[in-house]
Structure formats: structure tokens, C-alpha cells
T-cell receptor, first 117, second 113 residues
Framework: DSGVTQTPKHLITATGQRVTLRCSPR?????VYWYQQSLDQGLQFLIHYYNGEERAKGNILERFSAQQFPDLHSELNLSSLELGDSALYFCASSVATVSVPSGNTIYFGEGSWLTVV | DQQVKQNSPSLSVQEGRISILNCDYTNSMFDYFLWYKKYPAEGPTFLIS?????DKNEDGRFTVFLNKSAKHLSLHIVPSQPGDSAVYFC????????????FGQGTELSVKP
């Protein structure tokens, strides 16, 4: 158990719909990262939040957005869903500070499996 | 632009023998490297890491080697066990990027009894 909690574990929804994935980081971790893993794909970095502020964006679609709340939990919002959005979405957390020296290890949750039909 | 590459999608090894998983990178700013292990339908689990100031780090049966001049790292598992069968991801990060990791595509290791 990494200490990172993600809900829901599985979600099936129709095209055009909107879903919200939730993540609770490990106790004490200020950074939250979201990754997407599609079929036959590696882990694609989506976005990073540190202590409520967006720090880095990766290959995140404009239809997707995220936020980190004062209690440090994070939500990933996926809207106007398409079949190609079906994937495993992972949240990860770390202690990382803003100007983190290398050596930061991030810990992953179990993932939320999204199926768009 | 695939900055971290694992060119072998799969590897099959006999139990008790050595497993060697390889990873190449292109970004010379990367200075911290990690290996994660992943079972189907589970999140990646941190395995071992290495800083660019070292060329080797060992933890039990797992050893990671880093060759900075070749921009190459490898994970050695000795001896391999059937429970090691999983997908292994190599990841890298660069200084002052907030800990963001860039992952390779993964190598599926199968250890046969």
C-alpha cells in the first residue's frame, strides 16, 4: 500500500460525458501528479500540482483539467469524453518542494480505470 | 519525442538466472533515475533509484547501473524469481522540474520456473 488513494477504481461512462477522478496523496506529501496509461502506452505525464498550485503540464488535453485543494487532495476532471480517453489514470504523490533537488521519489496510487463507451 | 526509451517490450528469463532490463535516455539534464515495477491493474511500485553522481546502486537482488556517457541505464535482477514477472518501467527526472518523472514504455519480464 503506497498510501495514495484513488477513487473510483473503475468507471464506465458514455461519450460526451464528464467525470471526476479523485486522489488523496500520502500523508505529508505536498505534490500530486497525474499520469495516463492507455493500452500499449507507457505512463504519460499529465499535470503536477504542488501545495495547491499548478507546477507543470504535460500532454494534457484542453478537455481535461485538474486542481489541488487546501487539504491537498486533487481532482482530475475529464469532459466531453471520447472513446480514446479510455485508460488507466494514475495519481502519484511526493514530498517534493518547488525547487526539489533530484532524488525525489514519487509513489503511485492503484489507478482509476476509465472506460468510455 | 521519447526522452526515455526501453527498446525491449518483453524479456523472458529462466528462474535463478540474471534478468537485465535496459533503458536509454536522450535528455542530458536528467540526473535522477528510477525503476518501477507494475503488475496488471495495479499502480507502479517504486523499486530502486540512482542519482547521476553514482554509477551503481544495489538493493538486495536488484542493482541499477548508470552509464552517463552512453546515456544508458540497466536494472539487473539476480537471481530472478517467478514473482519478479511484471512490467518494469524506467523513469527519469531533471533538476528543478518539481520531481516530474518521464517514463519509458516498459519492458514485460517473464520469469519461468
Amino acid at each position: 500500500d503506497s498510501g495514495v488513494t484513488q477513487t473510483p477504481k473503475h468507471l464506465i461512462t458514455a461519450t460526451g460525458q464528464r467525470v471526476t477522478l479523485r486522489c488523496s496523496p500520502r500523508s505529508g506529501d505536498l505534490s500530486v501528479y497525474w499520469y495516463q496509461q492507455s493500452l500499449d502506452q507507457g505512463l504519460q505525464f499529465l499535470i503536477h500540482y504542488y501545495n495547491g498550485e499548478e507546477r507543470a503540464k504535460g500532454n494534457i488535453l484542453e478537455r481535461f483539467s485538474a486542481q489541488q485543494f487546501p487539504d491537498l487532495h486533487s481532482e482530475l476532471n475529464l469532459s466531453s469524453l471520447e472513446l480514446g480517453d479510455s485508460a488507466l489514470y494514475f495519481c502519484a504523490s511526493s514530498v517534493a518542494t518547488v525547487s526539489v533537488p533530484s532524488g525525489n521519489t514519487i509513489y503511485f496510487g492503484e489507478g482509476s480505470w476509465l472506460t468510455v463507451v | 519525442d521519447q526522452q526515455v526509451k526501453q527498446n525491449s517490450p518483453s524479456l523472458s528469463v529462466q528462474e535463478g538466472r540474471i534478468s537485465i532490463l535496459n533503458c536509454d535516455y536522450t535528455n542530458s539534464m536528467f540526473d535522477y533515475f528510477l525503476w518501477y515495477k507494475k503488475y496488471p491493474a495495479e499502480g507502479p511500485t517504486f523499486l530502486i533509484s540512482i542519482s547521476s553522481i553514482k554509477d551503481k546502486n544495489e538493493d538486495g537482488r536488484f542493482t541499477v547501473f548508470l552509464n552517463k556517457s552512453a546515456k544508458h541505464l540497466s536494472l539487473h535482477i539476480v537471481p530472478s524469481q517467478p514473482g519478479d514477472s511484471a512490467v518494469y518501467f524506467c523513469a527519469a527526472s531533471a533538476r528543478n522540474q518539481g520531481g516530474k518523472l518521464i517514463f519509458g514504455q516498459g519492458t514485460e519480464l517473464s520469469v519461468k520456473p
